[in-house]
């Protein structure tokens, strides 16, 4: 399974959803690189399930236990490792997926490709639960890229037809982003967010669920970061963000919106700021030929509504070879979006750390310039 990214930065995600545990390990991070546990836990507890009406009931503590790695709280220059133990399974609850598949998820697939010895016990290592230990290795980058002038935050953009405002393309203050990593529901205007879980709930006393949208945003890259063609940032953010379970597309700037748009409209014209280029606008998105161009980083993640309902189904039985229907039990979101939130936060910094290794120069100016 290519369960790995990084170019300078491995990383590698490991477990299934309801074996003993799942891990990361992560090679290639900068030695003497403090991590601070505390800030790393409020963080994976952003996307830990059982904590609110609109998410699964399951609950796990998602308590990271580092193996290697760290020395005293401080990256040793050696691989680390750490895992996460699932506590509470139920996995009689998958038990006839092997023959009847869940339409929408991977068990179908699964079984053509693993020949019937994948685990399908919660999705096994298709299951977002792998996104745990993701965000362990993604929540260390944050903090890296952060001491470095680089803050990295996403909010809720849309629940089916219920829209958050966007983030300024020209940049949030920081407070705005920290506002978002404390609320429980992270959306830029409240009144949104109370319209979003409304729709939730419904759609989960409907046995039903819903998708939408994540928006991503980076601020303080400088820029000249990322390769052209298939090195550019963009190549490289997506394949680390189609890697999260249920992303079905993924938009930069004004993403698909450049194309109604005429080249004088699309365009961002540059001046001069403090001595430095900048842009008057950011239809790019922060990227131009696959480079970081200093302006804010932006991207939207769609999120296909959860696979797994109790609304009965169509599908078929692959040893009879009949229609059967189905109806799915256990323990789901309505909704992932509110919970894929720190998980687009967290893919988005390995990468963007990843790449901020390959240009050494550039990442020390950069850090000069925020001391």
Not at 76 to 87: K, M, Q, R, S, Y
Not at 250 to 264: D, N, P
């Amino acid at each position: 399974m290519s369960s790995y990214l990084g170019k300078n930065l491995h990383v590698s995600i490991f477990g299934q959803s309801h074996a003993p545990a799942i891990g990361v390990t992560v090679d290639g991070l900068p030695a003497g690189e403090r991590v601070d546990l505390e800030e790393l836990d409020r963080f994976l507890q952003r996307r830990a399930p059982g904590r609110d009406a609109t998410a699964t009931p399951r609950k796990e503590a998602d308590k990271p236990r580092f193996l290697c790695g760290l020395t005293d709280g401080v990256t040793c220059g050696a691989p680390l490792a750490a895992v996460i133990e699932n506590t509470n399974t139920r996995s009689r609850d998958y038990s006839s997926l092997h023959d009847v598949p869940r339409p929408g998820h991977a068990d179908y697939t699964a079984q053509v490709r693993y020949g019937g010895f994948q685990d399908v016990a919660g999705g096994g290592h298709f299951s977002g639960r792998l996104t745990a230990p993701l965000c362990i290795a993604g929540g260390i980058a944050l903090q890296i890229l952060a001491r470095r002038g680089i803050e990295i935050a996403a909010h809720i953009q849309a629940v089916a037809q219920v829209e958050d405002r966007p983030f300024d393309p020209m940049g949030e203050r920081r407070e705005t982003f920290q506002q978002l990593k404390t609320a429980s529901f992270p959306t830029l205007d409240p009144k949104a967010g109370e319209a979003m879980r409304r729709v939730i709930l419904l759609a989960r006393e409907e046995q039903d669920s819903v998708g939408g949208v994540v928006e991503c945003m980076a601020t303080g890259l400088p820029a000249g970061l990322g390769d052209p063609m298939f090195g550019g940032m963009e190549g490289r953010l997506a394949y680390a963000l189609f890697g999260v379970p249920a992303v079905k597309g993924l938009e930069f700037g004004a993403g698909f919106k450049a194309a109604r748009m005429r080249g004088s409209e699309h365009n961002d014209p540059f001046t001069m700021k403090d001595g430095h280029v900048t842009a008057k606008s950011n239809h790019a998105g922060g990227i131009l030929g696959g480079i970081t161009n200093g302006m804010p980083l932006i991207f939207r993640a769609a999120f296909k509504p959860t696979p797994s309902i109790a609304r009965e189904q169509d599908s078929v039985s692959l040893s009879r070879g009949t229609e059967e229907k189905l109806s799915i039990v256990g323990r789901h979101d309505p909704c992932i979006v509110p919970r894929a939130v720190p998980v687009v936060e967290a893919a988005a910094a390995l990468v963007l750390l990843d790449t901020l290794l390959d240009a050494p120069a550039i990442l020390k100016e950069n850090q000069q310039r925020t001391v």
